[in-house]
Structures are given as C-alpha cells and as structure tokens.
C-alpha cells in the first residue's frame, strides 16, 4: 500500500506546518496511509469501538483538557488505551502543553509524538490535502498538455503525428503550455485529473530537425504553466479513407484516465489541416457544452422542426382545392 513516512511528512513540510518533534524520533519511517485523522477523545474516555488506529491521531484542546480531569492512573490508563497499536504518529495542536505520560509512553512504543502551534482545523486541513496530494494515483503519457482558452487538452497520438508542433503553434497563437512529450497525470479525488510536467524537462520542447527549445525564455512566462486540470483528450490519427468518422458529434466518446472518465475527440490528420485552429474550436465547443449549449442537438432539433414544418405545409397546399 502506498504511504507517506512521518520523516518525509517533516522533510517537507516541517516548516510549513510548524512542526516539533517531541517523542519516538528513532522511528519516523513509520508510514501514513490515509489523510483522514482521527479525533481519539472516545477511545481515551474509554469506548474503543471504531477507533480508527491506523490514521494519525490529532489531540486538540477537547483532549488535552480531558487528559488533565482525569487522575494520574486513570490518565496513564487512557494514553495507554490508545497507544497500544501501530499508531502512524500522534500530533497535538494549538501549541497545547503535552502529558508527559503521552510522551513517556508513546516513544516507549516507538510512536512519534509531534507538536504544531497551527489551530486544529487549519492543520487538519493542510495535513490532509497534503497527504492526499501525495497518496493519489498517478501515470504517465506520451503526449503534449496544453490550456487552450482555459480547457485542459491532452494531445495524444503515434510518435510524429504533430503533438509538439500542435501545441507549439498554440503557444504561438496566446496558449499556455504545460507538458510536453511525457504528460504526469495524477488524479484527485474519483473525477479530476491533473496534468504537470517533469521537473527537468517541463516547458523544454523537441521540434525535430530543430531541436530542443524553451518555450519560457522563446515566448515569455505567460506562454506557460505548471499544472493544469486535463478536461479532454485530443487523439490525433492518420487519416484513413477506410475509417468512418464522426461528422455530427451526437455520439460522444469518453476515454478513462486512472479511473476517470473525460470527453475523447478524434482528429484525422491530413497534410495541411490546421490542427491548432481545430483544438481552438474544441475547446470552445467544450466551453458551450459547460454552459449548456450543445450544437450537434441543437442542430438537430432545428432539422427536425424544419422537416416537420415542410409537411405540414406539403399537406396543406394539397388539400387546398379551392
């Protein structure tokens, strides 16, 4: 199962969660499989029925101040009721003041004990979008990413269909590259995906027989991003006279990316076509879409009206015998 260790928790966000280590520091390589917490003041009360032991137990003030009722032996008790698992890690917020017993008996059992001044909610909630963040299904793609008038299009196709030259010229004509050649996708949540580079290699682009090129320092910052959500999936495809494509666009396509399912379009590609001019009108057309307006049944209904009208006229003028 994939996890996130509590050294890696502090390698890279002890700064920005302001955290301290104050017990079980020999065994951070303890892993956090969930960014769900738990709030353990039932458990240290006593009832341990769903006491969800494999999240990171957060101690705020509600248990910090039950700890503090309760009698040397009965709070020796309590921490040693919730303790008595493979906690990933103890956290207590707000800054509060820790039992020693916590301290004492957790790193007796090896559990890191942390400290964080951020309120309890706010730390909840940074802590949570970090480890889902970390914890989330991710791949790879060959293909090119572009924000095309704020859509997500993922280019994808044969190697030398054009991805590149695609998304170049759309750089070229005000749109924001954000991958190129390997696109990471990573999905969060069940239906969002979202596409970024290599750190090496991002809004770096290989046009063949000129090379490797910057988009940044060709076009400026605004001629790229770091991250984008992928809402669609441009696949281009050689041209085919055996091939029946889709000319009305009543039939959508989807294509499923870790799970996620996204709207599909297939461009035939043929010398001369202006594929950047094609993607433009993609987008656009998926932009009317979001607001409600689809073209292809609208273009339907009003062929179908139309006919229904010439009948009822034909029938009119062939009745009238006067």
Request: overall charge negative; glycine content about 10%; some cysteine.
């Amino acid at each position: 199962m994939k996890s996130v260790t509590v050294r890696e928790l502090l390698d890279e966000r002890q700064r920005d969660f302001h955290l301290e280590v104050l017990a079980g520091d020999g065994r951070l390589d303890r892993g956090i499989t969930t960014g769900d917490i738990s709030r353990p003041g039932l458990a240290l009360s006593g009832y341990m029925g769903y006491y969800l032991w494999e999240r990171v137990q957060i101690i705020g003030i509600t248990e910090t101040g039950y700890l503090e009722t309760l009698a040397p032996d009965q709070r020796r008790e309590a921490v040693n009721r919730i303790t008595g698992f493979e906690l990933p890690c103890i956290i207590v917020t707000k800054g509060l003041p820790v039992q020693p017993d916590l301290v004492s008996i957790a790193g007796e059992r090896g559990i890191p004990v942390l400290r964080t001044d951020l309120d309890t909610t706010d730390f909840i909630h940074r802590f949570s979008s970090y480890v889902d963040n970390k914890l989330a299904p991710t791949t790879s793609m060959h293909g090119a990413l572009v924000d095309v008038y704020g859509v997500g299009m993922l280019f994808t196709g044969e190697s030398g269909i054009g991805k590149s030259e695609c998304a170049l010229d759309l750089v070229e004509r005000g749109h924001r590259l954000v991958a190129d050649d390997v696109v990471f996708v990573k999905r969060r949540g069940l239906h969002v995906l979202i596409g970024y580079g290599n750190q090496m290699l991002q809004h770096h682009m290989e046009i063949r027989g000129v090379g490797i090129i910057d988009l940044a320092t060709l076009f400026g910052i605004r001629a790229v991003r770091m991250r984008k959500r992928i809402e669609m999936e441009v696949r281009l495809k050689r041209w085919s006279d055996d091939e029946d494509y889709d000319r009305l666009g009543l039939d959508e396509q989807p294509t499923t990316i870790l799970g996620a399912e996204i709207p599909l379009v297939t461009v035939p590609v043929i010398p001369g076509k202006n594929i950047s001019v094609v993607a433009e009108v993609i987008a656009m057309n998926f932009l009317l879409k979001v607001y409600g307006y689809r073209t292809p049944e609208e273009f339907n209904r009003r062929l179908q009206e139309s006919m229904q009208k010439k009948f009822e006229a034909g029938r009119f003028e062939d009745e009238d015998t006067e």
